[in-house]
């Protein structure tokens, strides 16, 4: 059995040949590189060198900027996986509240769905940078189908929450005063929970492409 491992996220794929697409993240077969085979002739190849290592030439390593380093770091460290506990956390207890609210009539809440909103807000620039890094330095900035989903899901849920907490800055009573804003702020804020949803999914799929794979 061949194993096929996608260079844009780490799947590995066991049979003949590669897949169509990454079942994670949909690169293209020709991102699939057979593991075996090529562990195989570079095994070969250092039997049947007759070059001495001392004629390869040394490459110097050029010594990493300070952002280069501080980027490595950050991709090590998972500092996306952990910054995007703002959003994915706060923003599911920001809309129960709101439904609560709007639905159930639960006065009281609507400076907690507040301040939770701009929380995140303010959470939201480290967590759109570790992204950014993170997919540019990890996954090569690679353009496949879960990363320009990803990438729209994001920037949707930014835009929605910068909205929302501009109207209830704009309109503080709008959560007290019964009128058709209030469902259209509980309809925008659902459309924010089913962009992050989405974005922290396929973050989840990347995440776990591995060891799904190797289990
Ligand atoms: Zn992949």
Request: proline share 7%.
């Amino acid at each position: 059995m061949k194993q096929w491992e996608c260079s844009v996220c780490g799947y590995i794929h066991e049979g003949d040949e590669p897949p169509q697409n990454c079942p994670v993240c949909q690169a293209d077969r020709d991102k699939f590189f057979e593991i075996t085979a090529q562990e195989d002739s570079s095994a070969e190849e250092t039997a049947s060198a007759s070059v001495p290592p001392s004629d390869v030439p040394d490459v110097p390593l050029e010594p990493l900027s300070m952002g280069e380093k501080l980027a490595e770091l950050l991709v090590e460290k998972h500092l996306h996986a952990i910054s995007v506990h703002s959003p994915n956390g706060i923003i599911p207890v920001a809309v129960i509240f709101l439904v609560l609210n709007v639905v159930l009539k639960f006065s009281g809440l609507e400076n907690a769905i507040y301040y939770n909103m701009i929380a995140v807000l303010i959470g939201m620039p480290p967590v759109i940078a570790t992204g950014y890094i993170t997919w540019q330095k990890k996954y090569g900035g690679a353009k496949t189908t879960l990363f320009k989903i990803k990438i729209a899901a994001s920037s949707a849920a930014t835009v929605i929450l910068f909205g929302l907490v501009i109207w209830k800055t704009m309109q503080p009573e709008i959560l007290s005063t019964p009128s058709i804003d209030r469902w259209l702020f509980l309809m925008w804020s659902l459309l924010l929970l089913a962009t992050v949803g989405v974005a922290g999914h396929l973050g989840g799929q990347l995440v776990f492409a591995k060891k799904s794979a190797q289990e």
